[in-house]
């Protein structure tokens, strides 16, 4: 069950602090900064593919690029080494500053625990919370992210990032992403990867 008050605070402070993310991000004529976008965009979709979700993943949702723009992909080396240790680096910072804003709101130990598994993505496939994130990571990947994403790479390894994303998936993930409003060019794509 939510403690309202303690959620709706750490939601605020994971807000405020995304809102100070110097990168924007225009949508639908508006602009905004772009993690508070994301975060935004994640908690809808975990609304919809799992309305009934309890208060750590619904707080993992929200917090999951969390101050993100503080570690640059430029930091690192441009190769698979360089990207698999960005991504864990980010992970933990992720970890540690949702840890800090839910024992400042007053959670317990074991609320942060909760929320930290998940931001670290652990045992995927296995956890259905865990998992359960990661569809909802690649379902906003997919719906807003992946047409402009596409654009920059070759067909052969946009074919070969969408068999990635589909893997991680749950089979209620996979079913959801085909069930999204894409481009012809994006839906295209997705049926290479597949077939």
């Known amino acids: 069950?939510?403690?309202?008050?303690?959620?709706?605070?750490?939601?605020?402070?994971?807000d405020?602090?995304?809102e100070n993310d110097p990168n924007k991000e225009l949508f639908e004529g508006k602009t905004f900064?772009?993690?508070?976008?994301?975060?935004?965009?994640?908690?809808?979709?975990?609304?919809?593919?799992?309305p009934e979700?309890?208060?750590?993943?619904?707080l993992a949702v929200r917090c999951q690029h969390?101050?993100?723009?503080?570690?640059?992909?430029?930091?690192y080396e441009m190769n698979r080494v360089g990207y698999l240790k960005w991504r864990n680096d980010l992970k933990t910072f992720h970890?540690?500053?949702?840890?800090?804003?839910?024992?400042?709101?007053?959670?317990?130990?074991?609320?942060?625990e909760s929320v930290r598994f998940l931001l670290l993505k652990k045992q995927l496939k296995q956890n259905e919370l865990t998992q359960t994130l990661e569809d909802v990571?690649?379902?906003?990947?997919?719906?807003?992210?992946?047409?402009?994403?596409?654009?920059?790479?070759?067909?052969e390894k946009m074919i070969n990032i969408l068999r990635k994303t589909?893997?991680?998936?749950?089979?209620?993930?996979?079913?959801?992403?085909?069930?999204?409003?894409?481009?012809v060019d994006s839906q295209e794509l997705i049926s290479k990867a597949l077939s």
């Open 33 to 50: 900064s772009k993690e508070l976008l994301y975060a935004n965009r994640m908690t809808m979709r975990l609304d919809k593919f799992c």
């Open 95 to 112: 970890a540690d500053k949702a840890s800090e804003i839910l024992k400042d709101v007053g959670y317990d130990d074991e609320l942060v």
């Open 166 to 183: 589909w893997k991680k998936m749950s089979a209620k993930g996979q079913e959801a992403a085909l069930k999204l409003h894409l481009s």
């Open 53 to 58: 979700a309890e208060t750590s993943l619904k």
């Open 16 to 18: 405020q602090s995304n």
């Open 137 to 155: 990571i690649c379902l906003v990947f997919l719906e807003f992210y992946f047409e402009k994403f596409s654009k920059k790479y070759n067909e």
């Open 1 to 14: 069950m939510i403690d309202s008050q303690k959620f709706v605070a750490a939601i605020n402070l994971f």
């Open 66 to 75: 969390i101050r993100r723009w503080e570690i640059p992909r430029e930091d």
